[in-house]
């Protein structure tokens, strides 16, 4: 079965450059969220997309942007990068269709700034 | 979304059951209890959910107190591969809300 895609898996970044991440979700998921995740800690939450419109924010800093294009794929825009923006980036697809469903998750795009 | 308390790390025999608990005491009527797992640094897989009855898929058994104040996910044999942290995560469902990660347990699989 199709999983969410994201690319690169690796990026390697200097301060103060840009950086964009993509995510393909499953197919027919109207829903993508993206998280972060720094070393040794837990998933945070960024934000997210229904329908191609922002539904949630969570701690996403102001350098970065989103947005979900009409394909349904999402891109993840980050800028003046900073040494603490290195983390694994996941994003994740869901459906709103049923009541009770569940989010997947790619393999993640692993940001190094140096 | 409730709160949810985890034990940081557990062991478990390979071969034997895993049963990891959780505590959501202030888990309101229409919240869910999802199961998602993390082997290191690979994207968060789910595993199960429920409301009030107990659920079994073939990965796992979710067994929530009649109270629904704590849950346990049964892994019935356990193997190396199941070697996780496991994050208890309690939710509405049928809205596209984003999942609150806690510190999860980290569950060591020995041979």
């Known amino acids: 079965a199709a999983g969410v895609i994201q690319s690169p898996r690796h990026l390697i970044k200097e301060k103060r450059e840009t950086a964009t991440l993509k995510c393909y979700p499953i197919?027919?998921?109207?829903?993508v969220y993206w998280y972060q995740q720094g070393p040794g800690q837990d998933p945070q939450f960024l934000i997210s997309?229904?329908?191609?419109?922002?539904?949630d924010k969570g701690s996403i800093p102001d350098r970065f942007s989103a947005q979900q294009f009409s394909d349904y794929h999402s891109e993840l825009n980050m800028s003046s990068l900073e040494l603490g923006d290195s983390a694994l980036y996941f994003c994740?697809?869901?459906?709103?269709?049923?009541?009770?469903?569940?989010?997947?998750f790619g393999q993640g795009t692993r940001l190094t700034v140096v | 979304d409730a709160k949810t308390t985890q034990p940081p790390s557990m062991d478990c025999a390979e071969g034997r059951a895993a049963n990891l608990p959780c505590n959501h005491s202030?888990?309101?009527?229409?919240?869910?209890v999802y199961w998602y797992r993390q082997i290191h640094s690979q994207g968060p897989q789910y595993i199960i959910h429920?409301?009030?009855n107990n659920e079994t898929n073939e990965m796992a058994s979710l067994i929530i107190t009649e109270d629904r104040k704590s849950s346990t996910l049964i892994l019935p044999h356990a193997t190396l591969r199941d070697t996780a942290v496991y994050y208890c995560?309690?939710?509405?469902?049928?809205?596209?809300?984003?999942?609150?990660f806690g510190s999860g347990t980290q569950l060591t699989v020995l041979p």
């Open positions: 995560i309690v939710t509405l469902s049928g809205s596209a809300r984003q999942l609150t």
């Open positions: 429920g409301l009030k």
């Open positions: 997309f229904y329908e191609k419109m922002q539904s």
């Open positions: 197919p027919r998921h109207d829903t």
């Open positions: 994740a697809s869901g459906t709103t269709a049923f009541m009770n469903t569940e989010a997947f």
């Open positions: 202030t888990i309101s009527g229409n919240e869910y």
